[in-house]
């Protein structure tokens, strides 16, 4: 075993929730979630020697959970697994905490959300689900920062496009 392989194991374990919240928004199933982030905590301890000295680790975590929560998509989709429409990746508010409205509005972005592009998708729960800065973004997208920004504009743009198309949408 490789000697950063206990240090990578903490990590993964600190970074576990930002984690399941990524695979969650990809996978869009709770279960299979949980369980990307174990097979991806398992394969980055494995590939402990790939991990460089100096790089912030989350973003070379996040390849491997993205890599693995494709691969798994991928094998869905061969054996014609449909995805589940209305699992959410925001967290739903309390029926007795929010009002009503809160919670249309909350529908509203999902489905708008929905209608982006996988790229968008990502870039928006990167920054604004995960809160990751662009330098963090960047690294996680192997792109320079001012990629990220103009990505970001790009995917808020057409967020806004979504929500202005939906019916039910109160500003």
């Avoid at 399941?20 to 402990?48: F, G, K």
């Avoid at 014609?80 to 905490?97: K, M, N, Q, W």
């Amino acid at each position: 075993m490789h000697p950063r392989a206990a240090q990578l194991s903490s990590w993964a374990h600190d970074h576990r929730d930002r984690a399941y919240l990524a695979a969650l928004s990809l996978l869009r199933d709770p279960d299979a979630a949980m369980d990307a982030v174990q097979e991806a905590t398992a394969r980055a301890i494995t590939a402990a020697d790939r991990f460089e000295d100096g790089a912030l680790f989350y973003p070379w975590f996040y390849r491997i959970l993205k890599n693995h929560c494709l691969d798994l998509l991928r094998r869905r989709q061969r054996r014609g697994v449909e995805d589940e429409e209305a699992v959410s990746t925001l967290p739903a508010p309390s029926e007795t905490d929010a009002p009503l409205l809160t919670h249309e509005r909350e529908a509203a972005v999902q489905r708008a959300l929905a209608r982006l592009s996988p790229d968008h998708q990502e870039i928006l729960h990167l920054r604004h689900w995960q809160e990751l800065t662009y330098d963090e973004i960047g690294a996680i997208l192997n792109v320079p920062t001012g990629t990220v920004m103009s990505r970001l504009y790009r995917a808020r743009r057409a967020l806004q496009d979504a929500l202005a198309a939906d019916p039910r949408w109160t500003p």
